[in-house]
């Protein structure tokens, strides 16, 4: 009976200090300091600073590859350090806050909004250190980059929205440039993130520059799958509406999407992508017979006029003489106003609308207009372009100046 108990007693110890020493190999295991003592030959210091830390570490990186980076940017900064320096905990720890949110910023795209805190809260020479020391600090391996997005699968739209934060509408080219930089980047990564960072910048650029839109969209359907089943999302109808003057340019676009999808030819796809949106001047054919036709009216009118001013028979006092105004330039300044109320733009239902209301004709109208400024800009100042009219805004604000 005794044996029995005792022999029951010593495996109960026996678990219990099994139970304990697993916990506590577990819990070291957890601590940072401890993990790299050996690889950044850490003094006392580090290892307590760091193994306090490694709850905050390990919830915030996530990565070993970033601990690594992050301890070596931590303990760059505080091996410069004075030793009184070195033994204030609350300093380290703001000086190991810091470095961490610069860790997050550069390989989570996270926001150091607080940056300013930390030129606040730490020595001004501890917040120059770092600052500098931010400079050498490693870019990722192709494999680590992969690892953080299988993990992240959010981190795509925070690259996307840390680059479009300082987008300029002025130069969107640039945008496009910074968007295929990175897909080149991080081409091994897979096609799933490639195609989601093209398909948002092509949809942010809609509202500001339909070309480089579209250019967007012929990358996106560039990241080419292993499966033949995929289906590429299409323009979105309220996009269309924003890229496209008419459903036929829509369709011609459509037509060109379609080719590239079976030659892959980039550049070729571009060129007519352009070429979709060039403003093709209307051809102005001169036909010799009908000038002549013209003149010799125009003659035999001047003649009769001039045989009846001539002419003895007297005017009468009591007739009224009917001055017409010369409205024109106040019709021009209209349909200035009209154009520049819709950016510079009216289509043909627009245009015929004013002109009716006015008694005009509407391409007599135009011709009239384009030929009282032809001399001045050597060129015409309102364009058709398709089914639109263009008020020239360049030859326009020379006339204002």
Same mark, same amino acid.
């Given at each position: 009976?005794? %044996?029995?108990?005792?022999?029951?007693?010593?495996l109960f110890i026996i678990v219990i200090v099994a139970i304990f020493v697993f916990v506590l190999i577990e819990h070291v295991r957890l601590l940072i300091g401890f993990i790299y003592w050996r690889k950044f030959k850490l003094t006392l210091y580090e290892v307590g600073y760091l193994n306090d830390y490694s709850k905050k570490i390990r919830h915030s990186l996530t990565f070993g590859f970033c601990?690594?980076?992050?301890?070596? #940017?931590?303990?760059s900064v505080f091996r410069e350090l004075s030793e009184k320096q070195q033994q204030d905990k609350q300093l380290n720890h703001r000086l190991m806050d810091f470095c961490l949110a610069i860790i997050q910023q550069k390989y989570y795209l996270g926001s150091v909004s607080d940056d300013s805190i930390y030129k606040e809260i730490l020595p001004e020479e501890i917040y120059a250190?770092?600052? %500098?020391?931010?400079?050498?600090?490693?870019?990722l391996t192709a494999s680590e980059e992969r690892d953080l997005f299988n993990r992240d699968l959010k981190r795509i739209k925070r690259i996307f929205n840390h680059l479009v934060s300082d987008f300029d509408k002025n130069h969107s080219e640039k945008l496009y440039e910074q968007i295929c930089t990175l897909a080149v980047n991080y081409k091994k990564i897979g096609v799933v993130p490639l195609r989601s960072l093209f398909y948002n910048a092509y949809h942010f650029m809609a509202d500001y520059d339909r070309v480089v839109s579209l250019k967007l969209y012929l990358q996106y359907l560039n990241v080419r799958s292993s499966s033949n089943t995929f289906k590429f999302k299409t323009i979105m109808k309220y996009n269309a509406v924003k890229l496209? %003057?008419?459903e036929a340019q829509k369709r011609k676009f459509d037509t060109i999407c379609a080719q590239f999808r079976q030659d892959y030819d980039l550049e070729k796809a571009f060129e007519r992508t352009d070429e979709l949106f060039k403003r093709v001047r209307r051809k102005i054919s001169l036909h010799i017979d009908s000038i002549k036709e013209a003149k010799s009216e125009h003659n035999e009118v001047?003649?009769?006029?001039?045989?009846? =001013?001539?002419?003895?028979?007297?005017?009468k006092d009591d007739q009224p003489v009917v001055i017409e105004p010369d409205t024109t330039s106040e019709r021009q300044k209209e349909l200035f106003g009209l154009f520049i109320s819709n950016s510079f733009r009216l289509n043909r239902q627009e245009l015929n609308i004013f002109a009716t209301s006015r008694g005009l004709f509407r391409d007599t109208f135009i011709e009239r207009i384009?030929?009282?400024?032809?001399e001045m800009f050597d060129d015409l #100042?309102?364009?058709e372009d398709g089914d639109d009219y263009i =008020?020239?805004?360049?030859?326009y604000k020379q006339l204002n100046d």
């Amino acid at each position: 009976m005794n %044996d029995s108990f005792m022999n029951f007693a010593y495996l109960f110890i026996i678990v219990i200090v099994a139970i304990f020493v697993f916990v506590l190999i577990e819990h070291v295991r957890l601590l940072i300091g401890f993990i790299y003592w050996r690889k950044f030959k850490l003094t006392l210091y580090e290892v307590g600073y760091l193994n306090d830390y490694s709850k905050k570490i390990r919830h915030s990186l996530t990565f070993g590859f970033c601990f690594e980076i992050f301890i070596g #940017l931590y303990i760059s900064v505080f091996r410069e350090l004075s030793e009184k320096q070195q033994q204030d905990k609350q300093l380290n720890h703001r000086l190991m806050d810091f470095c961490l949110a610069i860790i997050q910023q550069k390989y989570y795209l996270g926001s150091v909004s607080d940056d300013s805190i930390y030129k606040e809260i730490l020595p001004e020479e501890i917040y120059a250190k770092v600052k %500098d020391k931010e400079q050498s600090i490693r870019m990722l391996t192709a494999s680590e980059e992969r690892d953080l997005f299988n993990r992240d699968l959010k981190r795509i739209k925070r690259i996307f929205n840390h680059l479009v934060s300082d987008f300029d509408k002025n130069h969107s080219e640039k945008l496009y440039e910074q968007i295929c930089t990175l897909a080149v980047n991080y081409k091994k990564i897979g096609v799933v993130p490639l195609r989601s960072l093209f398909y948002n910048a092509y949809h942010f650029m809609a509202d500001y520059d339909r070309v480089v839109s579209l250019k967007l969209y012929l990358q996106y359907l560039n990241v080419r799958s292993s499966s033949n089943t995929f289906k590429f999302k299409t323009i979105m109808k309220y996009n269309a509406v924003k890229l496209f %003057d008419s459903e036929a340019q829509k369709r011609k676009f459509d037509t060109i999407c379609a080719q590239f999808r079976q030659d892959y030819d980039l550049e070729k796809a571009f060129e007519r992508t352009d070429e979709l949106f060039k403003r093709v001047r209307r051809k102005i054919s001169l036909h010799i017979d009908s000038i002549k036709e013209a003149k010799s009216e125009h003659n035999e009118v001047a003649f009769m006029l001039e045989q009846y =001013l001539d002419s003895d028979e007297p005017v009468k006092d009591d007739q009224p003489v009917v001055i017409e105004p010369d409205t024109t330039s106040e019709r021009q300044k209209e349909l200035f106003g009209l154009f520049i109320s819709n950016s510079f733009r009216l289509n043909r239902q627009e245009l015929n609308i004013f002109a009716t209301s006015r008694g005009l004709f509407r391409d007599t109208f135009i011709e009239r207009i384009n030929d009282d400024y032809y001399e001045m800009f050597d060129d015409l #100042l309102i364009e058709e372009d398709g089914d639109d009219y263009i =008020l020239n805004e360049a030859y326009y604000k020379q006339l204002n100046d």
